[in-house]
């Protein structure tokens, strides 16, 4: 099974720029709260990871309760908003407002443009080396922002399909967010994806925030064709700088309901009835996080770290983080599996 190690180097403020990431937490837990003060459609969920029951509380934030599986230890929302909730906050919400306005995507298309670029020639090469047919559709699963649907177009030679985009859409810039929302948008069933023998799905920061990812990796399934290819990237419940923050992390209780560790990705991909070519954690950030953290909002960390990153150099930082991204230990995971082709 293959692993990567990325080794340039990565700023936090390339990827959350403050006073983007100040809005994107205040719309995030505005919205969260009009949904509990609300007070339907909840439902209590075992682990969304491995199905297991047992559980120990790990935090409350925002109103919300934070659980770690005792089995596969995946960290995740429980009661949570069902679909309807959920599709709400995705596409109509004062968060989804935000993330739709034009203020938003053109602060953040500098950073989408150059991660869109390494993800397309990611998913080109995966392309390549599955040997799949270049005109095999391609499904993008609710892409977060414009560039990557222009950087795959221009790499891949297939039909690309969007589901459930969180940007912008054409409809909406006509007739407004909410009257979209009112009309329907937005709640598209998974399971419109079965027969289309799409020769891949790929969903980047998308597993955080479903209600039921093992109805998604069923549904895809059903969708690809012999050999096709599951793509997924997604923050890690086991990685470093959240199990070191812990509560302090920046968690937002709708955007990231289920924070997969390692051995939960790998159990719910495997169940779905795909093979698992590739697990990897290849963050760059996790350090820089911890640091960040601890050094401006003054949260405690252990004495050995907080000692390592007042005292030792730049270099020991990157070496750290690259043992983690080696030791699978970093909050970013990537999975890449293949439906069998005698499935």
């Not at 700088?241 to 968690?251: A, P």
């Not at 401006?296 to 005292?311: D, K, N, S, T």
Request: charged fraction near 30%.
């Amino acid at each position: 099974m293959k692993q990567v190690v990325i080794e340039e180097r990565l700023r936090e403020s390339e990827v959350h720029p403050p006073e983007i990431f100040r809005k994107i937490r205040e719309s995030s837990v505005e919205s969260a709260a009009m949904l509990l003060e609300k007070g339907e459609g909840f439902e209590e969920t075992a682990c969304p990871a491995c199905g297991g029951e047992a559980r120990e509380e790990a935090f409350s934030k925002h109103g919300y309760r934070w659980w770690v599986c005792a089995a596969c230890a995946t960290l995740y929302v429980s009661p949570r908003p069902d679909e309807r909730g959920m599709a709400w906050y995705l596409h109509a919400s004062p968060a989804a407002h935000f993330r739709k306005s034009a203020a938003y995507e053109r602060e953040m298309r500098p950073f989408f443009e150059e991660v869109s670029h390494h993800r397309a020639a990611w998913i080109e090469d995966l392309w390549w080396r599955a040997d799949l047919p270049k005109a095999a559709p391609l499904l993008l699963f609710e892409p977060k922002h414009r560039a990557l649907t222009e950087a795959l177009r221009r790499r891949t030679g297939g039909e690309l399909l969007l589901f459930r985009p969180l940007y912008a859409t054409q409809e909406e810039r006509e007739r407004g967010i909410t009257r979209s929302w009112e009309g329907g948008r937005g709640i598209t069933p998974i399971e419109n994806l079965s027969g289309r023998e799409i020769g891949g799905v790929v969903a980047f920061d998308v597993m955080e925030h479903l209600c039921r990812p093992e109805a998604f990796l069923r549904a895809s399934h059903e969708a690809l064709r012999p050999g096709g290819l599951l793509c997924l990237s997604m923050r890690c419940g086991s990685g470093f700088d959240i199990q070191v923050l812990w509560e302090h992390s920046t968690l937002f209780p709708l955007e990231h309901l289920n924070l997969l560790s390692v051995e939960g990705g790998r159990r719910l991909v495997e169940g779905g009835g795909f093979e698992v070519m590739e697990i990897s954690t290849p963050g760059q950030l996790d350090v820089e996080i911890v640091a960040r953290t601890a050094r401006e909002e003054g949260v405690a960390i252990p004495r050995f770290l907080r000692y390592f990153l007042e005292h030792r150099s730049p270099e020991a930082r990157a070496q750290l983080q690259a043992f983690l991204q080696k030791h699978l230990l970093s909050s970013h995971l990537r999975i890449v599996a293949r439906k069998r082709k005698e499935a």
